[in-house]
Nanobody
């Protein structure tokens, strides 16, 4: 299982970025894929998740209406479209994967916790300037 994030960068408040999480070694259809973020001095938090096996999507309240998660099965890639970015969105963004069965059992699509996931990408920095 390998996950590679890309698409981070520096953007002004109100701007947009699209993050990509390219998966290899497994099919994203068989896994729950989540985006987490971690700002300096803060705990890692779940931002958004997608589970194609049971057609479910999760968004944290802080990003609802601004972020959109999607997947491209042909590319085995999950995306996070981030619009109306705010300075408080500044963080390192990570994608994580867990097989659908265990993920469902742990309720990751209700509230994802970092401890629920065994496979992680290296992270990509998102910086939003005011």
């Amino acid at each position: 299982v390998q996950l590679v994030e890309s698409g981070g960068g520096l953007v002004q408040a109100g701007g947009s970025l699209r993050l990509s999480c390219a998966a290899s070694g497994f099919s994203i259809d068989d896994y729950a894929i989540c985006w987490f973020r971690q700002a300096p001095g803060k705990e890692r938090e779940g931002v958004s998740c997608i589970s194609n096996s049971d057609v479910r999507i999760y968004y944290a309240d802080s990003v609802k209406g601004r972020f959109t998660i999607s997947s491209d099965n042909a590319k085995n890639t999950v995306y996070l479209q981030m619009n109306s970015l705010k300075p408080e969105d500044t963080a390192v963004y990570y994608c994580a994967a867990e097989p659908s069965g265990p993920a469902q059992a742990m309720g990751v699509m209700i509230r994802p916790w970092p401890s629920d996931f065994h496979s992680w990408g290296q992270g990509t920095q998102v910086t939003v300037s005011s």
